[in-house]
């Protein structure tokens, strides 16, 4: 009598409808999900492109994507997989690495040439696939042969559909220093015998969203409504400040790591540096104000109409209002301990403590290097990631990646501090990869008083995290990080000419966890294959301790200044 068809309807609709309404529910999460999760895909074939950039000079061989400079800006939402597809039509090989991401898991995509993997061969394809764990300001740059100089560079905007500083409207200013000589041309002068230290003959030019500096447009404020400004210094070689007159800069993001907002008037960022500042409009439209850019290097000898460089437009509230004129363009060093990161957390403890003395040094025949200690940086002949990846145990002892690499195996978990300095009046931004570091001290390298020493505080206060920091002539700063994040990684400067004469150093975290968790891709291996690159052993490919033959740094000593 009881049959199935006979269950009373409601309850049967009541239960069916929930499991229904559930699944249908668990369907939309899906698709949100995937909806909300999307690839952002590029096509770049990176080219040559003859292009005059600055009005003024002369044509020059620079390098961008599908023919064309400046390349695209990437924007993402974070969560969103960056699927950059690259054609190498170049000559020689590239590599695109971008800048500030942490590559946590995929090591292989970092675009370190020789380090993470082999570059891109001529005529050849590759695709780096990038998930974004990071909202902020970050760029793409070419990471092979220094091709970032030439043009191959670009900001990569990821927005976070939380924001806690949504805001009306976003503007964006990318600073690049545009040289009519390539970058190689401007290398071979300056590593000549008793090389100048730097192409007097050949001034460059600030390119502001990669358009000569006079072409910025006018930015119209609405009276108090929040802006965002986001800035991205893709500079090879100068300081870049920027001010809006009689408006305060509430810092809110250093390096793509947010900040508890910081009010200042003007913001200076150095070669790699990124921040987004918040700026409040006035209340009504009475005056107009003019904003400023200004590009300079007090670290070299001045040359006239280069340096400073100073590009100037209007912040707009009425057609019709008078500029306000003010009684001096600030300028100032960025004040990075006094900032702190939003996401509280205190000085880290510290389990080991590293010195790198930044410094030049000359072989016997008077060629210019940029060392750390002294080690100028040669590339191994195996990717350092292949060597830690393929040694066993060997891969803890920094001798199977050579003797040019400034090589320092880390611990998974361990906290490194770094003390940089720069005992010669030479100027370093330093920039981490796979990481972001707490900016802890500062002080003066001959201060023999400590009175030029400034910490911030070790209890109640956290520390601002960025991934390039500027070490002035000098001058010495204290960093820390938390090896977490398993791979090989470089610390390099960030001023090309010093990266392409040997300022760079690695560091191997956690090698056999590397062994056990990273896969790298068929495509990267491919590369090296192709090139003739091994994909296993020390620094020369052997499964032992021998590593005759192995790139060795050059003999220098520091015997005159430039
Ligand atoms: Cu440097």
Redesign the pocket.
């Known amino acids: 009598m009881s049959d199935p068809v006979e269950t009373p309807p409601v309850y049967a609709s009541f239960r069916d409808g929930l499991l229904m309404r559930a699944f249908y529910a668990l369907l939309l999460c899906l698709f949100a999900l995937v909806a909300h999760a999307k690839h952002v895909v590029q096509n770049w074939d990176v080219t040559y492109v003859t292009t005059n950039r600055d009005l003024n000079q002369t044509p020059k061989r620079g390098i961008g994507v599908n023919g064309k400079l400046p390349l695209p800006v990437v924007e993402a939402v974070l969560g969103d997989t960056l699927v950059l597809n690259v054609r190498n039509s170049l000559d020689t090989s590239t590599s695109l690495h971008s800048h500030g991401l942490f590559q946590r898991g995929t090591n292989y995509y970092d675009g370190v040439a020789m380090t993470t993997d082999c570059s891109i061969a001529p005529g050849t394809n590759f695709t780096y696939y990038i998930k974004l764990e990071q909202a902020g300001t970050y760029w793409i740059h070419g990471h092979t042969h220094e091709h970032n100089f030439d043009g191959l560079r670009t900001p990569l905007i990821i927005h976070d559909p939380k924001d806690p500083n949504p805001v009306e409207k976003e503007f964006l200013f990318a600073a690049e220093d545009w040289w009519p000589i390539t970058f190689q041309e401007s290398l071979a002068i300056i590593m000549q015998q008793h090389g100048p230290g730097y192409p007097y003959t050949n001034p460059p030019y600030t390119l502001i969203n990669g358009f000569n500096g006079s072409l910025v447009e006018p930015l119209n404020f609405e009276p108090g409504k929040t802006y965002k400004v986001r800035l991205v210094s893709m500079m090879s070689l100068p300081l870049w400040e920027f001010v809006i007159d009689d408006h305060e800069l509430m810092i809110v993001e250093v390096d793509g790591v947010a900040t508890k907002p910081k009010a200042v008037s003007v913001v200076r960022l150095a070669p790699g540096q990124r921040v987004a500042v918040l700026v409040t409009a006035k209340p009504n439209r009475s005056m107009n104000y003019q904003y400023h850019m200004t590009t300079f290097a007090d670290y070299l000898p001045p040359i006239q109409g280069v340096y400073p460089q100073q590009i100037n437009s209007t912040v707009i509230y009425a057609a019709d209002a008078p500029v306000f004129v003010p009684h001096a363009i600030p300028s100032e060093p960025f004040d990075e301990l006094s900032i702190e990161a939003l996401e509280f957390m205190p000085t880290m403890a510290v389990d080991r403590s590293l010195f790198f003395n ?1 410094t030049y040094g000359f072989t016997s025949n008077d060629v210019p290097y ?1 060392t750390f200690n002294l080690v100028a940086y040669e590339s191994p002949k195996v990717p350092s990631m292949f060597s830690a990846l393929t040694t066993g145990e060997m891969s803890l002892n920094s001798i199977t990646y050579g003797p040019a690499t400034n090589a320092q195996v880390l611990r998974h978990g361990e906290v490194v501090e770094m003390v940089y300095w720069s005992a010669t009046r ?5 920039h981490l990869h796979g990481h972001a570091f707490q900016v802890i001290e500062k002080g003066r390298t001959d201060d023999a008083t400590g009175e030029f020493r400034r910490r911030v505080p070790e209890k109640g206060f956290s520390p601002m995290m960025r991934d390039t920091v500027m070490v002035y002539g000098g001058e010495y700063v204290i960093v820390r990080f938390k090896a977490d994040n398993p791979g090989a990684w470089v610390m390099h ?3 090309d ?3 392409g004469q040997g ?1 760079n150093m690695l560091f191997i975290s956690a090698p056999q966890l590397m062994q056990e968790t990273l896969k790298v891709p068929r495509s990267v291996v491919d590369q090296c294959t192709r090139q003739g690159i091994k994909v296993s052993g020390n620094v020369v490919g052997h499964n032992s301790f021998n590593i005759d033959g192995a790139p060795k740094p050059p003999g220098l000593i520091i015997n005159r200044f430039y």
């Not at 030479?426 to 330093?430: A, D, F, I």
Request: with cysteine; glycine share 0%.
């Open positions: 930044a940029e030479v100027p370093h931004p330093q400067c960030h001023f000419w010093h990266l300022l």
